[in-house]
């Protein structure tokens, strides 16, 4: 039957969960092929099913539009609302919306049962956990559903930059829950020392812009890996590196803030910085590039620009690009005449019984012969080469996942890398006893693997809650080392 658009209502429920969009096209497709599929209202004429068809009729100026009646007998009509909507693709709005609705409608219902009526739990029956359900009832991600929950309680235009695209769910999160363990610090820091000296080891828990606290050419070797940008787009602090509007501020400041050790490095020492690139309105900015070419300004020396090839990098959040795999690795030195201590591979006919420093698992549980290297006099092989991947048996890494930062009780750290990546550069240009330094210490990564490699450490990290992570880390790498010059002796 036809009935006057004019009539015809939304329903109030029905504009507080879903958005109206796309218009345009549903209009153009209904005056091409027709109004494929009828309205569905109630005897109020309330709109179950097709507010969007409503809405592309109205835009085509017709006045009457074809309807079936739903009698819904004592049906709960928001509810049938959802259901009419569930096949409908939703942005995040729409299912948060959805879910919340849901959510506090089954409390209710399970809130009103006498004891009787409440199911008996038992040893191998699960209580029932209302927001597992309700998502799996609409067919949506706990962990998603969670996530945004938490977005939309601190910041809900967030939801919006979601759903156009402009930031994934966890990356939103991530940023978010960072800015609230900031303002938590704020609290801590006024508690904390400025440093903490273990002996072999010292932290200084502030900026490395300056490093003041470092005497000139004090440093043998420098690794780090200071924030990208735009990876921490919603912080609270503007001058943080990384919170800069555009690349070009970011490439400066960085340049600068890097530039810092210069001063304190050795003559013969080296500095070895990691950082990845960002993409801006679809465009890859180059970042890593021009923040080296702008330190070759500055005086310093580029001798590689290592690959690094990651063997679980994050699937793109974007259907038109490939999925980045690696990252750069940049060696800068001061002179040419630095410090260098080269690694060779052994080739298939090398004989190095005796004189190995790593070895590879292979996929058969077995080591392979070419993850080994040599720094000890190895005359025959070659020499290690600047793609360190899979094939060349030399440092093809998984991104370091969180279980590491858990065994020595800290939180989780938004960008760890693996201790693959680090030894090499320790072992190339640095010997025992030698200190090495990152300005953006972290969770230690650098300091662990350079205490287990007999070096002294000094690192700068201005987030107090990887202080524990860091000494206990630092602490085990201390007494690995001490055991293992125990067990040389012996």
Not at 358 to 378: E, Q
Not at 385 to 404: H, R
Not at 413 to 440: C, M, N, W
């Amino acid at each position: 039957m036809k009935v006057e658009v004019s009539k015809l209502k939304i329903h109030p429920f029905h504009k507080r969960l879903y958005i109206i969009n796309e218009i345009d096209a549903l209009a153009n497709s209904i005056q091409e092929n027709g109004l494929l599929q009828r309205l569905i209202i109630d005897e109020n004429q309330y709109i179950i099913s097709g507010v969007r068809r409503l809405y592309a009729v109205k835009k085509l100026g017709w006045d009457k539009v074809e309807v079936e009646i739903m009698n819904l007998n004592g049906k709960d009509e928001k509810q049938t609302i959802i259901a009419f909507n569930k096949q409908r693709e939703k942005t995040n709005r729409e299912k948060l919306n959805e879910a919340r609705y849901m959510k506090a409608l089954w409390r209710r219902k399970r809130g009103r049962k006498s004891e009787a009526e409440k199911p008996q739990i038992t040893e191998n029956v699960k209580p029932a956990n209302t927001r597992n359900d309700v998502c799996e009832e609409l067919g949506y991600s706990t962990g998603n559903f969670v996530k945004l929950e938490y977005i939309d309680s601190q910041r809900p235009d967030l939801i919006d930059e979601i759903d156009k695209g402009n930031i994934s769910i966890n990356q939103a999160h991530k940023a978010l829950k960072k800015i609230e363990e900031e303002k938590n610090n704020v609290q801590i820091q006024t508690t904390l020392p400025t440093t903490i000296n273990g002996g072999s080891y010292t932290i200084y828990n502030k900026s490395s812009n300056n490093l003041s606290n470092l005497k000139d050419k004090s440093i043998q070797t420098i690794f780090t890996s200071p924030p990208y940008w735009n990876k921490r787009t919603y912080s609270d602090d503007k001058n943080e590196l990384g919170s800069e509007k555009t690349s070009e501020e970011f490439v400066q400041r960085m340049a600068t803030h890097l530039h810092a050790c210069h001063r304190v490095l050795k003559s013969e020492g080296s500095f070895f910085l990691n950082l990845g690139d960002t993409y801006h309105d679809k465009c890859l900015q180059s970042i890593p590039h021009r923040v080296v070419i702008e330190l070759v300004k500055k005086g310093w020396i580029l001798r590689n620009t290592i690959i690094w090839k990651k063997k679980n990098s994050l699937p793109s959040t974007v259907k038109d690009n490939l999925t980045p795999s690696y990252e750069f690795i940049f060696h800068l030195v001061k002179t040419s005449s630095y410090y260098y201590n080269p690694i060779l591979v052994p080739t298939k006919t090398t004989n190095s019984t005796g004189v190995t420093i790593f070895s590879r698992k292979c996929r058969n549980g077995g080591l392979s012969d070419y993850g080994k290297v040599n720094i000890n006099g190895l005359k025959e092989g070659k020499t290690l080469e600047d793609y360190w991947s899979e094939d060349e048996d030399v440092v093809t890494t998984a991104t370091a996942n969180q279980s590491i930062l858990k065994e020595y009780g800290g939180r989780d750290h938004p960008a760890p890398f693996p201790s693959e990546i680090v030894k090499r550069p320790i072992l190339q240009t640095s010997k025992p006893g030698d200190i090495v330094l990152d300005p953006f210490s972290g969770t230690a990564t650098v300091g662990s693997v350079a205490m287990q490699l007999g070096r002294r450490y000094v690192g700068y990290e201005l987030n107090p809650n990887y202080n524990e992570v860091q000494t206990r880390r630092l602490d085990a790498a201390i007494e690995k080392y001490n055991k293992s010059e125990l067990e040389k002796a012996a």
